[in-house]
């Protein structure tokens, strides 16, 4: 998967990625496409805790993801899981052509590596709707456990 790689989510990525939201692979997961605008066009102020990518397979998008603490996102989904140290992703293959070749898994890979590049990141905590087996699948391939307890999927530094 060399020819995969992320980089920084740039405005003149806000029309591919409304045609993303759009589409009906990824509304079944990504309900609201506002919500994840309105995060988008605060990426520099309100919701600057959020780290925005574009997923470029042989330079080409096909994908976004993200990253951010969980301290800072005051979200009610992380059951007993210390926020200190704690992060989530986000991913999605905006591209009919690419889905079910491993390029989730390898985002997920991608994504991973830069959050424990962090010094403060201790683990990474994820809830995927359980429906999306494709979602899950690739989180386990990539070491994440099921947290049976907190009901989401977790992998520690």
Partial sequence: MDLLKIRVFEDSDIFLMKTWLNKEHVMKWYEDPNDWLTEIYGRF???????????????????????????????????????????????????????????????????????????????????PEIENTASCKSLLANGFIFDEKNKLYCRTK
């Fill in 45 to 127: 102020d309100k919701f600057s805790f959020i780290n925005h990518f574009i997923a470029l397979y042989n330079d080409k998008p096909i994908g976004f993801c993200q990253h951010y603490t969980c301290a800072d996102a005051n979200e009610d989904w992380y059951g007993d899981i210390p926020l200190s140290g704690s992060y989530s992703i986000d991913y999605l293959i905006g591209e009919e052509n690419y889905l079910g070749k491993g390029l989730g898994k390898a985002i997920i890979d991608l994504l991973v590596k830069k959050v424990f590049s962090l010094n403060e990141a201790q683990r990474i905590i994820v809830l």
